[in-house]
């Protein structure tokens, strides 16, 4: 298994195509994703633009849908959800389809959505993904972190190196790129003092002054969830 790590979409080769991606937004769309679906979602629909999200959630039965929007951090107004994974319970959410966009992390999945197998990523899931990578053996992975708005983010980093270490104890996996080693080394700085790393984030920092520090402490909490949010359709992801 070769496994490459790319800090943002826009560093993911525009040519190839490996045999699985793993889209990572610690903060907050994949562990809201994951949430989401542990709490009995239907479905996550994902979307670059708010534009697309409206288009194909018109189609979708309203009692059935949910539509969730966020921008810099907030819930855009007049849609049912934001990005913050306690929004999603599953006296909210169970049985619906959420239609989603984010600031950062819906992109990443954008990005990969023709690869043979997608999954989404987070600190709270990660021994699911794990655990569907040591399964399906694939040759070539790429590990797509959203970052924020185009920059390196500390904590999506630190995920791909917690799987990548995970990995190593139990398969023999080599690094496709010099991301993938720095992303190890940091895991391996910082893995007992999750939470402690993402207040040191400067998405965490900015977080923290919308007062929702809360969800910092959510999103480090390693395998608090058994789910893998597994794509089934270009930009569709349910438990797998």
């Given amino acids: 298994m070769k496994i490459f790590v790319y800090h943002t979409p826009a560093f993911v080769p525009t040519v190839g195509t490996p045999d699985c991606a793993i889209a990572i937004d610690v903060l907050r769309a ?25 288009q194909a959630s018109a189609h979708h039965p309203a009692e059935l849908t949910l539509k969730a929007a966020e921008r810099g951090g907030c819930k855009v107004s007049g849609y049912d959800l934001g990005n913050s994974p306690f929004e999603y319970s ?6 619906k389809r ?5 600031t950062n992390g819906t992109r990443a999945l954008q990005r990969v959505k023709d690869v043979p197998h ?7 899931n990660l021994q699911s993904v794990v655990n569907f990578l040591l399964e399906l053996a694939p040759a070539v992975v ?3 972190c959203a970052g924020w708005e185009g920059n390196f983010a500390l904590e ?16 023999n996996c080599t690094h496709g790129n010099d991301e993938a080693i720095a992303a190890v080394a940091l895991y391996q700085q910082w893995y007992n003092q999750l939470e402690e790393l993402l207040r040191h984030a400067s998405h965490g920092q900015r977080l923290a002054k919308l007062g929702v520090t809360s969800d910092l402490s959510y999103c480090a ?20």
């Fill in 118 to 124: 997608v999954v989404a990523g987070s600190l709270v």
């Fill in 98 to 102: 959420i239609f989603m966009t984010t």
């Fill in 221 to 240: 909490g390693l395998n608090s969830l058994d789910v893998l949010p597994k794509q089934t359709a270009p930009g569709v992801l349910t438990a797998g």
């Fill in 90 to 95: 599953e006296e909210v959410v169970k049985g």
């Fill in 30 to 54: 994949t562990t809201s994703i994951a949430t989401a679906l542990a709490s009995g979602a239907e479905a996550i629909e994902v979307f670059a633009d708010l534009e697309a999200l409206e």
């Fill in 156 to 171: 999506d980093t630190v995920c791909a190196g917690a799987i990548l270490a995970h990995l190593q104890k139990q398969q």
């Fill in 142 to 144: 790429w590990i797509v």
